[in-house]
């Protein structure tokens, strides 16, 4: 599902997190992220209160994207997300974020994103194209 053109832009940019519950939409940036070998998307919680609640309201209902601002090239990737406080994933993040923020944060979980659809944003003749 993720070729390799959107595993690299996902490596190299940043991605904002949407999702919905209530009629009340709620989109994020986020930085602590990465793409597992078996295609999940993973991002370390560190600030992601109203993400959480919307994803607990919504079953787990979750948008990304991600985009190169100076070439536009771009993927929407919609999914579930599974929230998670325990495990290699979440220790990886914790050091990540300390060692950002000097002792000053620390991620408290991670999302587990498994991809259930991936659109193209980018201009041109493929917008809108699922992959």
Do not use: H
């Not at 991605?15 to 009340?24: H, I, K, Q, R, V």
């Not at 990886?92 to 991620?107: I, L, N, S, W």
């Amino acid at each position: 599902m993720l070729n390799e053109n959107v595993k690299k832009l996902l490596a190299e940019s940043m991605w904002d997190l949407a999702t919905c519950a209530g009629g009340e939409p709620n989109v994020v940036p986020v930085a602590f992220k990465d793409v597992t070998p078996d295609g999940k998307l993973v991002v370390g919680d560190v600030f992601l209160e109203t993400t959480l609640n919307n994803i607990r309201t919504n079953g787990g209902k979750i948008a990304i994207s991600v985009y190169d601002a100076k070439s536009l090239e771009g993927y929407q990737i919609k999914g579930v997300a599974q929230y998670v406080t325990e495990g290699p994933v979440v220790e990886t993040f914790k050091a990540m974020v300390e060692k950002m923020f000097c002792g000053a944060a620390t991620a408290k979980g991670a999302l587990l994103i498994t991809p259930e659809k991936v659109i193209v944003t980018t201009p041109g003749t493929n917008n809108k194209k699922v992959l």
